[in-house]
Structures are given as C-alpha cells and as structure tokens.
C-alpha cells in the first residue's frame, strides 16, 4: 500500500519555466490537497479537490492550477515559475477530513 | 474564520525535561477536529494525534498528552521526559467540518530542540 506518492522529490526550474508536480494515492480518497510549506510559515492551501472533475481554491492558488480526472491523481502545474514559488509542496488525501489525512513525502522545489 | 495560533516559535531543553506546546485555535463552527503533526528534520509530516470537538477528554500517549479545553479554545501537547529524537517541529492543525473538503488549517509550527 503505497499511501500518496508525489514526484519529482527535487526539482530546480529557471524563471519563467512550467512544470507540474505529480501526485497519486490508491487509498481512494476523495478529498486530496495541495499545500506549500515555506520556513517558518506553516502549510497553506494551494489547492483541493472533494471529488474527480472537482477543483477549488485554496488560500494561495495565484500561480497554480490542478485537475482532477481520476480520484488517483491530483497534479499541480506551475506555469511561468517565479522565486517566490520556491517551497516545499506538500499532496495529501483524506476519505472524509474527521478520519486524518495521509501526505506524500514532499518535493522540494528551487527557482532560480 | 478559522486560524491556528502557536505563539512559541522555538523552544530548547534539555534531554529529560518536560516540555509543552501551546496551540490556540479560532473557529466558528461548532464541529470540528483538531490534530497534532510533527516533522522531524527529515521532512515528511508524522500523524500524532485526531480529537473532535465534542471530546474534551485528555488522551496520553506514552510520554504524549494532549490537553484540549474548549473554553479557552486550546489544544496543547505535552512531552514528558523528553529524548533527542523529539526534536523537530511540531504543527497544530483544525479541520472545521463546514470548511468545504476540510482542508486543514495549520499553526505555523514550534521548533522542539532537546539537547542532551
């Protein structure tokens, strides 16, 4: 059982560049979550997602956006990265919220 | 609106001193859930502990104990004798139940160093 797996684990994107953060879990969770941790700030909602074709913002979406096709897989893009978008990014799923949440392992990410 | 609030940003003791973490919450639903994570300096989040809000009972886990007092809207976590290997930084968090896809709304974290 493999949980919620998120690649790349590292990435370094110039300015500018797009890329999309991968994210998967086979607990067939219907709620799945992006967030972003930067130092000393805790994590915050980028995204989530309460079913596929369902998407919703979250407290820091500017320069994001997801899909949810499958109840598997909730991918992030970033499109024109920016410095500030350097963090550490976070997926997570849940079946209903009140029973816990499971997160990925992260992906660190640089933008020089 | 919801908000989690841990006021100390960074707390050092030595290696078997007890040590407790302060969480205060803010929320406008009258069901919610509250959790404790923490993160080791290895990164991935570490699942500690689920309380609702209708259960106001403390829960001790090991050396873990968890105070939850509605009336003064806190949750805080306690280490008893505590080792090295609970340095790390340790994150409040409260899912309110009208939060659509109760997102978790986090603290910003304590940093926990324990010396020897």
């Known amino acids: 059982n493999a949980g919620v797996t998120q690649t790349p684990k590292f990435r370094i994107l110039k300015i500018g560049q797009s890329m999309t953060l991968q994210c998967t879990q086979d607990m067939n969770h219907n709620y799945m979550y992006w967030y972003r941790q930067d130092p000393g700030m805790g994590l915050k909602l980028i995204y989530y997602?309460?079913?596929?074709?369902?998407?919703d913002k979250g407290e820091v979406p500017n320069g994001y956006n997801v899909s949810r096709s499958t109840t598997e897989d909730f991918p992030l893009r970033l499109e024109l990265a920016a410095p500030s978008q350097t963090s550490v990014y976070f997926c997570?799923?849940?079946?209903?919220?009140?029973?816990?949440?499971?997160f990925g392992s992260g992906t660190r990410l640089t933008v020089v | 609106a919801q908000k989690v609030t841990q006021a100390q940003t960074e707390i050092s003791v030595v290696e078997k001193e007890d040590v407790t973490l302060d969480c205060v919450y803010e929320t406008r639903d009258t069901t919610y859930y509250l959790f404790w994570y923490k993160q080791p300096p290895s990164g991935e989040l570490v699942f500690l502990i689920r309380?609702?809000?209708?259960?106001?009972q403390n829960e001790i886990s090991g050396r873990y104990s968890w105070n939850f007092q509605k009336s003064t809207s806190s949750f805080n976590f306690t280490i008893t004798a505590s080792q090295v290997v609970d340095s790390a930084v340790y994150f409040c968090a409260l899912s309110p139940r009208t939060n659509s896809g109760y997102a978790l709304n986090f603290g910003k974290g304590t940093s926990l160093l324990v010396t020897p």
């Open positions: 309380r609702n809000s209708f259960d106001e």
């Open positions: 997602s309460v079913g596929a074709g369902i998407t």
């Open positions: 997570a799923s849940s079946q209903s919220g009140q029973w816990g949440y499971t």
